[in-house]
């Protein structure tokens, strides 16, 4: 076996924790080589997973060891970019969690130091990686549905995440529907040019996240003219709801539903079946797979098939969202630049 | 068994042949006394179906028959409001099919004549009739699924009607999306207060008939703060294509489905069922029975439960739905009145 | 309209009366012209259907009746065989619910009747007039799966008949487990040449009905040497339960599902559909289509598409799975003529 | 991370190659320490899966290295008793595919071996490590769906294995339906009582397997009167088909179903979803899971959950199904020690 690429993780959340299991015991072209988290911790029971880890509070410290020659950053949204630019200026390979950037002028600005210092910047649009998204990719670009006509997708979560993410989040389109609007892209092959948004607070009920919204619809227009909605929201009783249809002039796709495995139970009480219990259940092959796909990128150089330029893409749609919610108005993508 | 209601039928099209067939064979309650169509073929094969069926080309005739208790209207859409006011100045109880009229100021008028003459009003949104619609109603009403947050609903066709047809239409929003916004209200309970539509031309190829829109998507805000969004289509090769979905605070009700009988098949080119065919086959149970119920109102001299207020909610959204695909933004409903 | 066949039926329990009110309402061609039960009560109930319909507490006053052409037989299932008989020496046409009798002998006099009378005998087994197994034996017989290799089938009941019921059915084979046998017949156009079955007494608990089954596996064997199993149970408690798989060398064909209407729930206890009341619910259209069959063969002269030999073939196959569970044993065909 | 179990592997094909990729690469509690195949170049292929593998053409070579702790027998069926006895006797830890022998006196001289030895041994009923099994069981012990009356099972393989598999497999049912059996008794934790069967063969054409059956009927009683129909066949063109489903007083529990994504396709052709392509696929994750959970039992010395018992039960009822199908007639456990 080649040489393995020694990885540093910088934010040991949930996420990040994941990701750490992943590289450590998942993924045998990779070494964790380092983590890093303000939370002292945090750091130490993501290092344990790893043999011969080391353990930052201080991310810096991870970046300037030059023996590390790629970061996965899985800290809250508003420190992205910010990390970015600091991991490119130290020569390092990234891996970087959606969503890029809050604003345009922060993503810009991460995306030309990863072209000046020429590292490689994959972005966690988990999704591509999952097998039925790539199957369906395939069929829709092969023309099988004939050309778009239609897109129906939805993302419907469990619950809010706790008011300390919300806060640093973005807002709801930036940090949720983001997703969406990527899978769009990815299915079709095709740009939005149009976005319209309505949203709603129906959900969260602390009076200081009450200015966030929790459910919406994008409308958005396609550059072939094609049509879609996007709905979201963060309360879904039955499990983690994600599902999307796109249908072309031959037919219809559609993926995903809301069942875990294939048991179902009909009792006096009703029909049943299990939920799909968080996005660690649904996309837990594609979370491997996106960061195996990351390493093995850099391990043979070469570029990942999620780039920088899809996070600022899904960054501009979701920011257009947000103020067409507030403005009531079709804004189109050169409103936003 | 009581005495018959006597019923004339104004245009028998191919949804007026299928009222005449309900009203002459599956309903014993009512007595298929006349047929009006200028067509006289059309009207022949109508009145073929009942015994003693009078036959006329002009509709005035059968207006001016006394014995003649209620009439059925199934004329093109541009002709409703009119012969709802005719029917009503002539005594008549009416059962008009959708939209009630093509503009609100025309629709106003037919509502007053009905008041006017204290006569009885059905329009014919059938899927308030099919068994599924129903029971869903009652689940949500009851409140089973908590407070509605989100709808995802859809209509799309097999193909788009004759251009006969669809130059007296009213357009795609009035002649097919005003379903579902009728469904919207019908299953939730709920008023809509805000519009906005989006919509393209990818489907029809004539150029007389290119200005016409045949892709939409609608999201509508309602009064409870909840947003919905609905999509149409005048394609849709694997069959007629309607379901809706009400997500709430306790859960989700998902109504449709893409298949017809309970057979599938499996083989090496992949499975397979049928599809729907046609609104004849999805709604066939919910066609006879709307119709029976307008009969045994009639006879019972009790209000129809769809009414002219329904038609006149439903086409005010339609016409919301147009304008904001024009202009672009969002429209509240007292943008229109 | 061509002349109504004067039809009288015997026996108005349930079925008898569903059959009432499809004559009288639901069957133009037909004129339900008189009714005969014992029980004085449901025979007044039953003619209240029809207008002029005559009752008769004695059948044989019906069957004297010369102006009445045809009989539906709906009485208990231990005087099928000698009602069959009677009716075909007073030379009506005769529709009767299955089993035809209780033993071979009995069955075979019943048919000699029919033939030496020259009068048509259709036989109650109303799947083969349900659109989804036509499809599938349309299919199957155009040989889209290939050559028949397994069959799967089941049918459960809700909850056992009462125990009048019960002590005149004839056994569970020849009761419930009869309508499979026959649909296997059906769907495949092939024979059975082989039958093992093994039975048990699970749900029934009155100790004067524990000698009865309630619960079955039949495995058959087909002329083509397929191998079929069909189980049967008195007890459902999520609904009626009626499925048939039918693989072939191509692949497999699968009837029938859980489901009622298309409509779903999704809530923190469960995911949810409805279920399948009874079989009026799931053959519904079938018992309509199943009387005018009949009505339309008698009005027109042509032998009915189920056949007493059908309805023979049948209750060989229930007759020698009943034996076979006492003897533990595989029976062939011909070990019972 | 404690020390690693150092674990042999004995026959390469498909299945062993499978197993060492899960030691190798899936495994970090595990080593793999040497493979033996007397197919030099499958063993060579094997051991490229690990590093510091020593390859062996010679089993016993492999057993006689003491640094070796444990084994996993995946050579053809008709020696897995002799390498059980073996493995035992150079006191190995032993994880053997199924079926344990192809006779009780062989299971029975194996099971000896292993009890005098004092090692463990674990049999390859990879399907209760699956996680919609595990629920299954769960819900099925705890009485969710009361007393257990009806089971349904069936495995249906895409095609025939190759002839050289064949004629050391033991026949049809010793080496497929014995998965259906284990499952019954696992998902059910009652005990079979009585066996019937009746095969066919529909599938294999060439003249020397002729003899053997690729389709059969299996109808077993259990210990508290519950009856099962298990069916098995060698051809699917619909892709690996294993499904069952366990109905009892209060309901049924249905587990598998015939599609391998959640993407489905309809267009004017029909509507269409992928399939289960083999039993790698669908058991993917059970297969990792049944050899960690040995290697931990190993390393913990703990005992399988999987025993040699459970082997033996189900290889008694596979020999009584194939006795019973060649005499017509239904066997109890006991005419079989």
Redesign the interface.
């Known amino acids: ?1 080649s040489k393995r690429v020694r990885i540093g993780v910088i934010g040991t959340g949930t996420l990040g924790m994941h990701h750490c299991h992943t590289l450590a ?2 993924t ?1 072209q990779a070494e964790l080589a380092a983590v890093a988290d303000n939370r002292d911790e945090a750091a130490r029971a993501a290092a344990a997973l790893g ?1 011969e880890t080391s353990i930052a509070t201080d991310y810096r410290a991870l970046l300037e060891d030059r023996s590390i020659q790629a970061v996965i950053i899985t800290t809250p949204n508003d420190t992205h970019a910010q990390l970015v630019r600091e991991a490119a200026e130290a020569d390092k390979d990234i891996y970087c969690e959606k969503p890029l950037a809050l604003d345009m002028a922060d993503a810009d600005s991460a995306l030309e130091a990863v072209a000046g210092n020429s590292v490689k910047l994959q972005i966690g649009f988990q999704r591509r990686f999952d ?2 998204y790539r ?2 990719r395939s ?1 829709l670009l092969a023309g ?2 004939g ?1 778009i ?2 897109i ?1 997708g ?1 993302t ?1 979560d469990p619950a809010p995440p706790p008011p300390a993410y919300l806060e640093r989040s973005g807002g709801f389109f930036v940090d949720t529907a983001i997703h969406d609007y990527d899978a769009v892209r990815f299915l079709t092959g095709l740009e939005v040019t ?1 976005v ?1 948004a ?3 607070t ?2 969260l009920e602390d009076p200081r996240e009450r200015p966030m919204r929790d ?3 994008t ?1 958005l ?1 396609l550059e072939n ?5 996007i ?1 979201n ?1 963060r ?5 983690y ?1 994600v599902r999307i249809e796109v ?1 072309g ?11 875990r ?15 799909v219990g968080s996005y660690w259940e649904l996309f837990q092959t594609a979370y491997v797979a996106e960061l195996r796909h990351f390493v093995q990128c850099v391990a043979e150089d070469k570029g990942p098939e999620v780039t920088g330029e899809d996070g600022r893409k899904a960054l501009q749609i979701a920011l257009l969202a947000e103020r067409s919610s507030q403005e ?3 804004l189109s993508m050169d409103q936003l630049r």
Do not use: Q
């Not at 003219?225 to 909605?229: D, P, W």
């Open positions: 076996m015991l998942l045998p043999s097998p039925a199957e369906a069929a099988d549905l050309s006509e239609l129906v939805t419907r149009d319209f309505t949203a709603a129906l959900i459910t919406s619809v409308s227009r003219g094609a049509l879609a909605t709905t929201s309360r879904s009783n039955y499990g709801d249908a002039s031959k037919g219809k796709l559609a993926l995903g539903e809301e069942r495995t294939a048991v179902r139970t009909y009792t006096e009480a009703g029909a049943s079946h299990d939920f009531g108005r079709s």
